[in-house]
């Protein structure tokens, strides 16, 4: 089988606060534009009279994330959770990644967002910036994605004929 590319349109992040997670489930940031990963490791060097000797250090994890600001609940719980330094987990969704069990591929870590910044310039949307700083390494898996879920990712077909009250509900 050939190499697949993986499209940025198919990963979605999904987050909950640590201290809900026997309560609520992980939900979808709404109108995220960009994320990226960033494994940072400096290792130290010592000179000797030999040369110098590297010794390896650990990685640090980044995750940046860029979104269109929306006044959704996902965005409140997220600059909260920078304001009061709350633990989250996250969650790197590959929809194009649909496991034979149903689930998607995914990567997940837990940390805490360093900054919330919101620039608003004339013109152009509000959008959001934030850094999560990701304790140890995130960890590769997969992950349910429900239906509501699902339904925030994109919306449901409809048909051509009058929406009951039945059928707006779900």
């Known amino acids: 089988m050939g190499a697949t590319p993986i499209y940025g349109k198919d990963k979605i992040l999904m987050f909950r606060l640590y201290e809900q997670r026997a309560t609520a489930g992980a939900t979808k940031l709404a109108l995220q534009t960009q994320h990226s990963w960033k494994y940072d490791s400096k290792s130290d060097s010592t000179e000797t009279k030999d040369g110098t000797i590297n010794s390896p250090a ?3 994890v980044t ?6 600001a929306s006044l959704d609940d996902v965005n409140k719980f997220l600059e909260d959770a920078a304001k009061n330094s709350k633990l989250l987990e996250v969650w790197d969704i590959n929809l194009a990644d649909k496991q034979a069990d149903g689930k998607y591929g995914a ?5 805490y967002l360093q900054s919330w910044e ?3 310039e004339v013109g152009k949307l509000t959008t959001i910036k934030t850094t999560m700083n990701i304790d140890q ?7 349910t994605v429900t239906a509501d879920q699902q339904n925030e990712i994109q919306y449901a ?3 051509t004929t009058k929406v009951t009250a039945d059928q707006s509900n779900g």
Do not use: M, R
């Open 118 to 120: 919101v620039p608003a």
């Open 63 to 68: 995750l940046d994330i860029e979104a269109v």
């Open 58 to 60: 650990t990685t640090s």
């Open 137 to 143: 390494l995130p960890v590769d898996g997969t992950a």
């Open 157 to 159: 077909f409809a048909d």
């Open 107 to 111: 990567k997940y870590g837990q940390g």
